[in-house]
């Protein structure tokens, strides 16, 4: 990884940190939680190799990104700005998108937006979904499904708060690479349906999970909590919903 650059571009009073490599067309990588820039590490040597620069950053109080004053204000929308900022900032003028987890929404919000701005959009984990409250039906959703729980303000914090940031970080790394998703019981919160004996995933190493934990350690919890979970409900405010990109 030592060919790969390190940069930081002010956005609204912001240091916001980006992580390149190589020349050619552009692809931006838009991670997920719990991941930073550091995700897509292998796919950017891979994509410079291939004669491409592949550029990827830490969102908004996220890895080395600076935090925002007010971390529960952020929306999905501050992802979406702060991406148009960072590819005025290096003259990009097309660029494709891909985005995982989290980062599927303000890559696809980004070419509803700016569809001149977007050569392609690959995605990741999650589907195009409508915006505001019809994108989580609540009625379909086990009450202890993780990213219920994760919305209440205050109850991640406290769950995590019983242990240290590696532990938390190891936890949701095991737990988001089983065949079942989250869900507690009543009487439990999320970190308990980790077993404390259970390994790493094969993929995961310790130290990967020595990287995060440091980065984690730096960022907190704040902005992740609050982006994607507490503002996954929010309206875009765009009315044509219909994604034009590739031009065909």
């Known amino acids: 990884m030592e060919n790969i650059q390190h940069s930081y571009v002010e956005v609204r009073g912001l240091k916001l940190h980006v992580a390149e490599i190589g020349t050619g067309p552009v692809v931006v990588f838009l991670h997920g939680f719990p991941e930073i820039w550091y995700s897509w590490r ?6 410079s190799t291939a004669g491409f620069r592949a550029i990827a950053p830490d969102y908004r109080g996220y890895g080395l990104s600076k935090m925002p004053p007010e ?6 929308r501050d992802l979406v700005d702060d991406l148009l900022a960072i590819l005025d900032s290096f003259g990009i003028p097309k660029a494709f998108l891909v985005g995982k987890d989290l980062g599927v929404r303000p890559a696809y919000h980004f070419a509803l937006l700016y569809p001149d701005r977007v050569s392609a959009v690959i995605t990741l984990g999650v589907p195009f979904l409508l915006t505001g409250p019809e994108a989580f039906p609540r009625q379909f959703i086990p009450e202890g499904f993780y990213m ?25 790394y095991i737990l988001f690479s089983g065949s079942e998703l989250p ?20 993929w995961f190493s310790e130290e990967d999970l020595a990287t995060y934990a440091t980065l984690y350690e730096k960022s907190g919890f704040r902005t992740p909590l609050q982006v994607p979970y507490r503002a996954w409900l929010e309206d875009y405010g765009v009315s044509d919903l219909e994604v034009k990109v590739p031009h065909c």
């Open 42 to 47: 292998h796919q950017m040597i891979a994509l």
């Open 71 to 76: 971390p529960e204000k952020t929306t999905f």
């Open 183 to 202: 869900i507690a019981g009543e009487d439990q919160e999320i970190m308990d349906l980790v077993d404390p004996l259970t390994p790493l995933p094969p």
């Open 148 to 172: 219920l729980r994760w919305q209440e303000p205050g109850r991640a914090e406290k769950d995590f708060g019983r242990f240290d940031i590696k532990t938390v970080v190891k936890n949701i």
